[in-house]
Antibody
Framework: EVQLVESGGGLVQPGGSLRLSCAVS????????MTWVRQAPGKGLECVSV????????YYADSVKGRFTISRDNSKNTLYLQMNSLRVEDTAEYYCARIALSYGPLDYWGQGTLVTVSS | QSVLTQPPSVSGAPGQRVTIACTGS?????????VHWYQQLPGTAPKLLISDNSNRPSGVPDRFSGSRSGTSASLAIAGLQAEDEAVYYCQSYDNSLSGRVFGGGTKLTVL
């Protein structure tokens, strides 16, 4: 059974940092690109970052470029999102998801971890 | 504003058929990138509902179907059931943004 479990969310002050983790199981992690998608309270979905299967290439939405860093440890079956210089508008539920193919769907999602940026 | 445009809400009575439109542009749906649909039930993570324009993943009832033409796509739900109340999102790839984009979501209410 494919499972993705996020952790690391919480309350942080503006300008602070957090590192999210996504532990996966049930598939060959090193064979799939992965992504972080966020959802602000009551709002829609936004793909904030993507990383290739090897970790060699990453994509960032303009809204987080220069502040967030995606990475992965294929030996630990874990995906990460380092979030620095956090802003109030980064408050959201953060989901990790598996990308089925190069431009394919996000076929498996985690349950999400909530990040709240507030003073 | 979202790159892909969806109606904010649709509704239908149990047993009826509803459709949800998703309109894109020449840099996403018009560039032949596939569209995918997700269902988000209240308080849960999104779930893949339709992949590659019209394919149903295993376990998705055949009441759900997808189609796509040019810069538009649509999700149809036949035989509406109370459990279909959810928010539905379309998603594709945009080559001008070099990233995956979502529609704003459509809330389906079963009357």
């Amino acid at each position: 059974e494919v499972q993705l479990v996020e952790s690391g969310g919480g309350l942080v002050q503006p300008g602070g940092s957090l590192r999210l983790s996504c532990a996966v199981s049930g598939f060959t992690f090193s064979s799939y690109a992965m992504t972080w998608v966020r959802q602000a309270p009551g709002k829609g979905l936004e793909c904030v970052s993507v990383i290739t299967d090897s970790g060699g290439v990453a994509y960032y939405a303009d809204s987080v470029k220069g502040r967030f860093t995606i990475s992965r440890d294929n030996s630990k079956n874990t995906l990460y999102l380092q979030m620095n210089s956090l802003r109030v508008e980064d408050t959201a539920e953060y989901y990790c998801a598996r990308i089925a193919l190069s431009y394919g769907p996000l076929d498996y999602w985690g349950q999400g971890t909530l990040v709240t940026v507030s003073s | 504003q979202s790159v892909l445009t969806q109606p904010p809400s649709v509704s239908g009575a149990p047993g009826q058929r509803v459709t949800i439109a998703c309109t894109g542009s020449s840099s996403n749906l018009g560039a032949a990138y596939d569209v995918h649909w997700y269902q988000q039930l209240p308080g849960t993570a999104p779930k893949l509902l339709i992949s590659d324009n019209s394919n149903r993943p295993s376990g998705v009832p055949d009441r759900f179907s997808g189609s796509r033409s040019g810069t538009s796509a649509s999700l149809a739900i036949a035989g509406l059931q109370a459990e279909d109340e959810a928010v539905y999102y379309c998603q594709s790839y945009d080559n001008s943004l070099s990233g995956r984009v979502f529609g704003g979501g459509t809330k389906l209410t079963v009357l």
